[in-house]
């Protein structure tokens, strides 16, 4: 990521900047807001690859995520207030222009009021027993429910929403009470109205602990919302940091904050998970998944905290935490089911981020399997590590033990450096354009490697996923337009072709105070064959079903992402040095095609599709019981796919070997990481793949 963008401001700008205000109730505020504003729409509309029009879509657009983003389970507003805002939905591209903050202020204070009011709404709710034998039911799609028309309805919103909360409370408890009575048969179970009203209270006070922090928020963080629904308008990856945010992103930057390892978005109404950090908590815990939401939250042992449409900022306070202790995670898995999450917060291990391989052999050859689960670049003086140089280091081990074939595995490799994707690229091919890098409004500028050695000429195979992203998109769709290798995996990777610049915004002004940063979408990348990798991603030669297969999890599924577009193509030769590069290609399509544990998968990841569309929840006990039992049942089908297992065994490369007899951390993290290899489908016909590939005769393996 780019940390420095030099803008040159005019003259004019500066002095537009120190105008005099009106006063009115925000005057503290008001002249430091104006000049948050006018920089924001001068630096985006000036610098952004692709900048908006301000104008009434625009407008309309702002208006309704910012209503959404305060709001989100349509718990506080009227539709009389909505009606009201209505007025300026069209306007707050006029109000932008003429540095006027009225409808920020008209919502900001009716959302106060409204707040203030929906403590007697919860209170008032919680303060009656509940009636779990009603046939009643509630929709988690909030995009379905309207406003309410009255106070009566709104509170009949909060009845539907806390009964829900509480019941989930109340199913816990009675599976709680069951396995005491199985480990002690003299155990005297609680009654259903002792549970009820345990779990009623538990939900209280779970509203109560969000109401404290609700009433921590100050009017700059719901201002640093409203600022951010006009920035992310331009694309999802462009964002206004508070000072406060700026402070958490440049310690998570250097790596050095605690927590569970996890990149967090918002989802509807949920906490979902959008991206494990390598060698973080979580990801070495190795049960929380890409797409689950988290629906509540403990300390240790004590009692969870329903974080359902809390905003994300809050829901992060609550899960991230110091070094050493749990957190307990109660999470919707993306098959329906509900599961209890221990996590230890920790910082991440960033050795696990770091190059590994392993050998396997498969019909009398040998072959390396090389896992890569970032594109990092470290320029710490004591600590110098380089994914490229890594890599090539790992490659010549490898060759070594004889190798014949590597594998790259990608999946789940969000990106990271640009230079070392090039680079490492540049280890598989003579030299050569490996990736375009286009500024808005220049031609696209050919990135080459201008190294002729090439590090590894013999069969090459690439493995990714639709979690693949960014730099591992260059380096793979580099690979494929060269033919250098295969490319096998989900149907398409995530499709982020965009790159971001972190621009501190102080030097624009000359208030006393922080004003904060913006993170802002600066470049697109373009294949070197001209597609870029913006939505479409790199498309697999040889499409593997996968449980993400139907789900939105990709660039593409995102609000505001910028379009796929094409450059003119590079001048590259392809590498052409393969024999029978189709033919493995359609022997391994027909492989997929009748293996029974493919079509286990493709038939889960429809399955599991299905579940996420049906936003049904009972409020009625024995149906709520009977749609969880039902999700169990019909997640018993797929249950071979936990038994499959390889006839593969992976073994350390022999420089390894020696380390992991005097490290024993290294040796259970490396036992772990085989036996997952032993049972990964993937990898098994990645392999597949690789040990059909034939060079063409008159080619002839590089050995050094």
């Known amino acids: 990521m780019i940390r420095n963008l030099k803008i040159l401001l005019p003259l004019l700008f500066f002095v537009s900047l120190f105008t005099s205000y009106q006063t009115n109730a925000y005057t503290d505020t008001e002249p430091k807001d104006k000049v948050l504003l006018t920089i924001l729409k001068y630096v985006l509309t000036q610098g952004h690859y692709e900048p908006k029009q301000i104008d009434d879509t625009f407008s309309e657009n702002v208006f309704n995520s910012f209503i959404e983003n305060i709001d989100p389970s349509k718990r506080y507003f009227l539709q009389s207030d909505i009606d009201e805002f209505a007025a300026y939905k069209l306007q707050i591209d006029d109000q932008i222009n003429n540095e006027d903050l009225s409808f920020f202020y008209l919502v900001y204070e009716r959302l106060i009021e409204r707040t203030e009011e929906s403590k007697d709404y919860y209170k008032e709710v919680l303060s009656n027993k509940f009636d779990f034998n009603t046939k009643e039911t509630l929709d988690a799609d909030v995009d379905k429910l309207p406003y309410a028309a009255s106070k009566e309805e709104l509170i009949n919103t909060w009845y539907k929403q806390l009964k829900f909360s509480t019941l989930s409370r109340l199913y816990d408890k009675l599976n709680d009470e069951e396995s005491k009575q199985k480990e002690d048969e003299t155990y005297q179970p609680k009654?259903?109205?002792?549970?009820?009203?345990?779990?009623?209270?538990?939900?209280?006070?779970?509203?109560?602990?969000?109401?404290?922090?609700?009433?921590?928020?100050?009017?700059?963080?719901?201002?640093?919302?409203?600022?951010?629904?006009?920035?992310?308008?331009?694309?999802?990856?462009?964002?206004?940091?508070?000072p406060t945010v700026k402070k958490r992103f440049d310690i998570s930057m250097a790596g050095k904050l605690e927590g569970i390892g996890a990149r967090l978005q918002k989802k509807n109404d949920y906490t979902s998970v959008?991206?494990?950090?390598?060698?973080?908590?979580?990801?070495?815990?190795?049960?929380?998944?890409?797409?689950?939401?988290?629906?509540?939250?403990?300390?240790?042992?004590?009692?969870?905290?329903?974080?359902?449409?809390?905003?994300?900022?809050?829901?992060?306070?609550?899960?991230?935490?110091?070094?050493?202790?749990?957190?307990?995670?109660?999470?919707?898995?993306?098959?329906?089911?509900?599961?209890?999450?221990?996590?230890?917060?920790?910082?991440?291990?960033?050795?696990?981020?770091?190059?590994?391989?392993?050998?396997?052999?498969?019909?009398?050859?040998?072959?390396?399997?090389?896992?890569?689960?970032?594109?990092?670049?470290?320029?710490?003086?004591?600590?110098?590590?380089?994914?490229?140089?890594?890599?090539?280091?790992?490659?010549?081990?490898?060759?070594?033990?004889?190798?014949?074939?590597?594998?790259?595995?990608?999946?789940?490799?969000?990106?990271?450096?640009?230079?070392?994707?090039?680079?490492?690229?540049?280890?598989?091919?003579?030299?050569?354009?490996?990736?375009?890098?286009?500024?808005?409004?220049?031609?696209?500028?050919?990135?080459?490697?201008?190294?002729?050695?090439?590090q590894w000429d013999g069969p090459l195979v690439i493995l990714v996923n639709e979690l693949s992203a960014s730099a591992s998109e260059i380096f793979a769709a580099a690979m494929q337009d060269?033919?250098?290798?295969?490319?096998?995996?989900?149907?398409?990777?995530?499709?982020?072709?965009?790159?971001?610049?972190?621009?501190?915004?102080?030097?624009?002004?000359?208030?006393?105070?922080?004003?904060?940063?913006?993170?802002?979408?600066?470049?697109?990348?373009?294949?070197?064959n001209g597609g870029s990798t913006q939505l479409e991603g790199v498309h697999s030669d040889i499409m593997l079903p996968s449980r993400y297969s139907y789900l939105e999890i990709g660039e593409r599924d995102l609000p505001n992402a910028l379009k796929f577009d094409k450059v003119k193509p590079a001048t590259y030769n392809l590498w052409n040095n393969y024999a029978n590069f189709n033919e493995v290609i359609n022997n391994s399509k027909k492989r997929i095609a009748t293996n029974h544990y493919f079509k286990l998968i493709d038939s889960n990841a429809k399955w599991l599709k299905s579940t996420q569309d049906d936003t049904l929840i009972h409020l009625n006990l024995e149906d709520y019981k009977a749609d969880l039992e039902n999700n169990k049942t019909q997640s018993l089908q797929f249950k071979d796919l936990k038994d499959f297992t390889t006839n593969l065994t992976y073994t350390s490369p022999l420089y390894e070997q020696n380390l992991i007899k005097s490290d024993s951390d290294l040796a259970d993290k490396r036992m772990a990481w085989h036996k997952n290899l032993q049972k990964d489908i993937y990898v098994e016909e990645a392999v597949n793949v690789l040990s059909e590939l034939k060079l063409k005769p008159e080619y002839h393996l590089v050995k050094n």
């Open 482 to 528: 060269y033919k250098r290798a295969v490319i096998i995996g989900g149907k398409q990777t995530y499709g982020k072709g965009t790159v971001q610049s972190v621009l501190d915004i102080n030097r624009y002004h000359n208030l006393k105070e922080d004003i904060g940063a913006l993170k802002m979408t600066i470049q697109k990348f373009y294949r070197i």
């Open 191 to 242: 009654t259903i109205d002792e549970l009820e009203e345990e779990a009623r209270e538990a939900t209280l006070e779970s509203m109560n602990d969000l109401y404290e922090r609700i009433d921590e928020l100050t009017y700059s963080d719901w201002f640093s919302t409203f600022i951010n629904c006009i920035a992310e308008e331009f694309d999802p990856h462009t964002s206004y940091f508070d």
């Open 274 to 454: 959008s991206e494990l950090i390598s060698g973080g908590p979580a990801w070495k815990q190795g049960e929380l998944e890409v797409g689950d939401l988290i629906v509540k939250v403990a300390q240790g042992n004590k009692e969870p905290i329903d974080i359902v449409g809390m905003r994300l900022d809050d829901a992060i306070e609550y899960i991230k935490g110091e070094k050493g202790t749990e957190v307990r995670l109660t999470v919707k898995k993306i098959d329906g089911t509900i599961k209890i999450i221990s996590i230890i917060r920790d910082v991440v291990e960033l050795e696990e981020t770091f190059v590994k391989s392993t050998v396997v052999h498969k019909d009398g050859k040998t072959f390396g399997i090389i896992n890569l689960p970032k594109f990092y670049i470290d320029f710490g003086e004591e600590s110098y590590r380089n994914s490229a140089t890594d890599m090539a280091q790992e490659i010549e081990r490898l060759k070594k033990e004889n190798v014949e074939g590597l594998v790259i595995d990608l999946r789940n490799n969000g990106g990271g450096s640009l230079e070392t994707a090039i680079e490492i690229s540049g280890l598989f091919i003579n030299k050569g354009p490996v990736v375009q890098v286009k500024y808005r409004d220049r031609d696209a500028d050919v990135r080459k490697d201008e190294d002729s050695k090439i």
